[in-house]
C-alpha cells in the first residue's frame, strides 16, 4: 500500500508570506497528486490536481510542482482568507493535513 | 449550476444502518464518478469508495469493504452510501464527490463536493 506523508503538521506565517507545504509517497505516483483547503465544518476545496495544474477559479498565488515521490504546494503573497488546513491526494489516500494559522 | 446536496443530519444506535444520499445537478450525471469521503472530528479526510454511474461498478476501501454499499438511482440522479453495523468510530461527517475529467480523462480529484452529512452513531 501507497504511504503518504505530510509535513509540516502546523504552519504560521504572516499575510504576505510565501509558504510551502510537502507530501512525500512511499512509491511513485508519477503527477497523480492534487491539493485541498479546507475551512471547518466545510468540504475540502480543490485547489490542484495532477500535481501542478490550477483548478479553474483558484488564485494564481496556489501554484503545485513535483513528480514521482515528492511534491509541494506553494502559497504566496498569503491573504487572510488563505488560513486554512490542506490536504494532498492521491485519489485513495489523504495526507495528514497542514494547519496554516496566523502568526 | 454544478452541485451535489446531501441528506440531512443522522443520529443511530450502534449496531443500526444508516443510508446518505447525494443528489447531482447541473451536469452529465453518467459522465464522472462519485466518490464518498468521511471525515471524523478533528480528523482528515478519509476515502470509502466510488461508483461509475454509467456502468454501476463499485469500488471501497479495504476498510469498509462489505460493511458499505454505494448504489445509484439513474432516474433522480442520486447515488447513495449505507453502511451497516454501526459503531460510535462511525461518528463523522460524510461527504460525496465528483472525480473531475480533463480531456476525456479522470483527473483523479475531488472537483465538487457535497455539503456533507452528518452522521452520530450514539447509544
Redesign the interface.
Same mark, same amino acid.
Given at each position: 500500500d501507497i504511504q503518504m506523508t505530510q509535513s509540516p503538521s502546523t504552519l504560521s506565517a504572516s499575510v504576505g508570506d510565501r509558504v510551502t507545504i510537502t507530501c512525500r509517497v512511499s512509491q511513485s505516483i508519477t503527477s497523480?497528486m *492534487?491539493w485541498?483547503q479546507q475551512k471547518p465544518?466545510? *468540504?475540502?476545496?480543490?485547489l490542484i490536481?495532477?500535481a501542478s495544474?490550477l483548478?479553474s477559479g483558484v488564485p494564481s498565488r496556489f501554484s503545485g510542482s513535483g513528480s514521482g515521490t515528492e511534491f509541494t504546494l506553494t502559497i504566496s503573497n498569503l491573504q487572510p482568507d488563505d488560513f486554512a488546513t490542506y490536504?494532498c !491526494? !492521491?485519489?485513495?489516500?489523504?495526507? !495528514?493535513?497542514t494547519k496554516l494559522e496566523i502568526k | 449550476q454544478v452541485q451535489l446536496v446531501q441528506s440531512g443530519a443522522e443520529v443511530k444506535k450502534p449496531g443500526a444502518s444508516v443510508k446518505v444520499s447525494c443528489k447531482a445537478s447541473g451536469y452529465t450525471f453518467s459522465g464522472y464518478h462519485i466518490h464518498w469521503v468521511r471525515q471524523a472530528p478533528g480528523q482528515?479526510?478519509? %476515502?470509502m469508495g466510488w461508483i461509475n454511474p454509467k456502468t454501476g461498478d463499485t469500488m471501497y476501501?479495504h476498510k469498509f469493504q462489505g460493511r458499505v454499499t454505494i448504489s445509484i438511482d439513474m432516474s433522480v440522479t442520486t447515488t447513495y452510501m449505507e453502511i451497516n453495523s454501526l459503531t460510535s468510530d462511525d461518528t463523522a461527517?460524510y461527504?460525496c464527490?465528483r472525480e473531475?475529467m480533463?480531456a476525456r480523462l479522470r483527473?483523479?480529484?475531488?472537483?465538487i %463536493?457535497?455539503?456533507?452529512t452528518l452522521v452520530i452513531v450514539s447509544s
Open positions: 497523480r *492534487a485541498y465544518g466545510k *468540504a475540502p476545496k480543490l490536481y495532477k495544474t483548478e490536504y !491526494q !492521491q485519489l485513495y489516500i489523504f495526507g !495528514q493535513g | 482528515g479526510p478519509e %476515502w476501501s461527517l461527504f464527490a473531475g480533463a483527473t483523479e480529484a475531488f472537483d %463536493w457535497g455539503q456533507g
